[in-house]
């Protein structure tokens, strides 16, 4: 089976930092579309950050500037990498990612999620 595990997260004061990853697992054949959500406490699950297999990576406007997302094919891992954080960027966030599995039948991309991981900024 195909799986998302997200890691990183945790407590941090105002300003500091954190590197979100998520590590894909299974039979995987190619990862096209990944991204990062939020849902902060009592909000709708949005999208924070995504970046196709090939051109420009796509940031919500409160993140831009402070936010990087990245890949690495060879360890078959997305990165979130955050800066100056603030209490606004408090929520659970998730790792989802377009996935082509030898196992799928048909043979075609699914959409996959993590868990989540909690990140929780101080003031």
């Known amino acids: 089976q195909v799986q998302l595990m997200e890691s990183g997260g945790g407590l941090v004061e105002t300003g500091g930092s954190l590197r979100l990853s998520c590590a894909a697992s299974?039979?995987?054949?190619?990862?096209?579309?990944a991204a990062w959500y939020r849902q902060a406490p009592g909000s709708q699950r949005e999208l924070v950050a995504a970046?196709?297999?090939?051109?420009?990576?796509t940031y919500a406007d409160s993140v831009k500037g402070r936010f990087t997302i990245s890949r690495d094919n060879t360890k078959r891992t997305v990165y979130l990498q955050m800066n100056d954080l603030s209490p606004e960027d408090t929520a659970v966030y998730y790792c989802?990612?377009?996935?082509?599995?030898?196992?799928?039948?048909?043979?075609?991309?699914?959409?996959?999620w993590g868990q989540g991981t909690t990140v929780t900024v101080s003031s």
């Open positions: 970046m196709p297999p090939r051109g420009t990576t």
């Open positions: 299974g039979s995987i054949d190619s990862i096209g579309v």
């Open positions: 989802n990612a377009g996935i082509l599995s030898s196992s799928f039948r048909p043979y075609s991309f699914r959409s996959v």
